[in-house]
């Protein structure tokens, strides 16, 4: 495997005094500096790197640190200031319209952090679009998109629009589209940022598992710590425009290379990094007023449960219901289940620290709920699953020590 | 007032500017200016012609059909439709209406043809867009009986002038809205577009367009009623049509007859509008 992108002193500069602002980088003026005297904004401050051919090369950084023009400078969607972007040797930055056309349908496809997905198509028909500007006949097309979607499980829908898709499965769709053309490099932009946190979870599975057997290039944009550490085989930190330090998830862990990784990573000591939202798993849940105590016992006999958590409207969480409360409700021929919720269901945030929940599980005879802001119910956290990253933990360092 | 010393300047003669521009235009180019009437009104009278031709009950039952779909199987339309066209037939007005019929069809699409590449010209081109703003302002500000005259120097009397004044009048909503669709198009379309290597015509012809579909359709809706309009004013030069009866209404200060006329161009209006909206919502 070897250099499959190569970034050199790739810079951006957005405003329009651009010549007198790159004079000033070069005489190694800072950012604010550059701003104060020109009025012109520093995006990419000399980026310079190498990925690999079949990594996954992420590239982390606040909003604002540059990354997602750095990523569009990879493909020319914004035209670099200065600096070279080769990819298999040749130069992105110099090319001729014509010749970056190509490269564009052929090399390098992209994935939008909102989809990017057509309203006016269909999902078969935003599926085939690369195909379809490059001149693949009809059949083709449609023989080579259909595929792509059924790998991604999606070919029952191809005659849907977009719109008639959750958010999860439109990225997927996006992730076909771009997939349905070959490329050798996937630039996935904030792929998963607008998706829920355990569909998200999913698709990073999903992405991870696709690269055991595609071996892609993929150049994946985040500013999700976790997630970085999730899928990157190597991660470069972005700052203020400027490419801060590269390297593995691990090198970046133990060796911070300034003080702002440093801060970035400071408690990955992993057992405090994970958090709720990276443990939880999907809830059983009823909806009032629309399950009664019948529903609820028998979900609960099928599923194996003691209780069921009980969600109202845009899945609020309202408590649980437990089974002889159920039963008795039967027995009685009430059709509500609103006498029975119980509500003594301790509730965290996505952001819980795993050692924070070890405590708040250990005493809790339910699981625990993990909601949002208005009490929207993401997922819950049970017994097992704390002790088992937990124990996983002591594992990775009884083994790191070494 | 009267003795400003601002009456040192002496009078710009821009009347004998504008006036000797169109005189050259009128001698110069008389023989563009004859083709195009002569070909204009031969093509004009064929159509009337041959919308005359339909007996008045077919053409009644076509546009209730048409209101049918457009109002989505509703029957509000499709029955103001019906009485609206019946009372018109009812008041010997059915000759007229066709006239004016033709005369907005010719002049819209003439509007469109023309108003939709200007559009996307504009969205395209930061010099076009700087150079067609003032001339779209000026376009829709210039009082509309002022494009009469011209009309008249260059074409004389008749439908042709008729269609050319409405064309000047109903034409900026068309440039105005194709340019507004395609620039409301969002930047990550865009970027979806040119991600996978299309080139300039088919992410404008697949993507662009077809996003600025429904912006489009609005300002073509106001052009054809805007197009309506002019062409009433326009039988002040000699245009057939319901504007004709309004005019010689006015002339002999006929309020009944004036009225009767007027209600039809509503009449007509109306229909237009609706089913138009209708089919855009689909």
Known sequence: ?402 | MENSFLDVIPRVPVSEWISATVDWLTNNLAWLFGAIQDAGDWLMDTMTDLLLLIPDFVFIIIMVALAFFAAKKKFGLPIFTLVGLLYIQNQGLWESLMYTFTLVIVASLVSIIIGVPAGILMAKSKIANTILSPILDFMQTMPAFVYLIPAVAFFGIGMVPGVFSAVIFALPPTVRFTNLGIRQVSEEMVEAADSFGSTGSQKLFKVELPLAKATMMAGINQTVLLALSMVVIASMIGAPGLGEEVISALQRAQVGPGFVSGLSLVVLAIILDRIMQGFNKR
Do not use: C, W
Request: hydrophobic share 40%; aromatic share 4%; glycine share 8%.
């Open chain 1, 1 to 402: 495997m070897g250099t499959k992108v190569e970034v050199q002193n790739l810079v951006k500069i957005f405003g329009k005094k651009e010549q007198q602002a790159l004079e000033l980088l070069h005489q190694g003026k800072g950012k604010a500096e550059i701003l104060q005297k020109t009025g012109a904004t520093v995006g990419v401050n000399q980026a310079s790197f190498e990925i690999q051919e079949g990594e996954i090369f992420v590239i982390m950084g606040l909003s604002g640190s540059g990354k997602s023009t750095l990523v569009r400078m990879l493909n020319r969607l914004i035209e670099p200031s200065e600096g070279n972007v080769l990819i298999d040797g040749d130069n992105i930055s110099k090319m001729e319209k014509e010749e970056l056309r190509k490269v564009r349908r052929e090399k390098v496809s992209m994935v939008f952090q909102n989809f990017g997905l057509f309203p006016h198509r269909t999902i078969l028909e935003n599926t085939e679009y690369g195909l379809e500007v490059q001149g693949v006949d009809k059949e083709e097309r449609q023989k080579k998109a259909e595929k792509a979607l059924d790998n991604a499980g999606l070919l029952p829908y191809k005659d849907q629009l977009p719109s008639q898709l959750s958010g999860g499965m439109q990225q997927r769709v996006g992730l076909a589209r771009a997939l349905a053309n070959d490329p050798e490099i996937l630039l996935m932009d904030e792929a998963f940022s607008a998706l829920d946190p355990l569909i998200r979870r999913d698709m990073q599975d999903e992405l991870l598992d696709m690269q055991e057997t595609m071996r892609k290039t993929i150049i994946f944009i985040t500013h999700d710590l976790n997630e970085s550490l999730r899928i990157g085989d190597r991660i470069a930190i972005m700052k203020d425009g400027e490419v801060v330090q590269v390297g593995t998830g691990e090198e970046i862990l133990t060796n911070p290379a300034n003080d702002y990784v440093e801060r970035f990573v400071e408690d990955v000591d992993r057992s405090k990094v994970l958090t709720a939202e990276n443990i939880m798993v999907r809830p059983q849940t009823v909806r009032l007023g629309q399950s009664g105590p019948r529903v609820a016992l028998n979900r609960m006999r099928t599923e194996s449960l003691s209780s069921l958590l009980v969600v109202g409207e845009n899945q609020k969480l309202l408590g649980y219901v437990v089974a002889d409360d159920a039963a008795r409700l039967v027995k009685e021929n009430v059709t509500s289940l609103e006498s029975i919720i119980r509500t003594d269901i301790p509730k965290v945030d996505r952001h819980t620290l795993i050692n924070e929940l070890y405590g708040i599980i250990h005493e809790a005879t339910t699981p625990v709920a993990v909601v949002n802001e208005n009490d929207r119910l993401l997922g819950i956290v049970v017994r097992g699953l704390v002790i088992g990253a937990l124990a996983k933990e002591e594992e990775e360092e009884a083994t790191n020590g070494e």
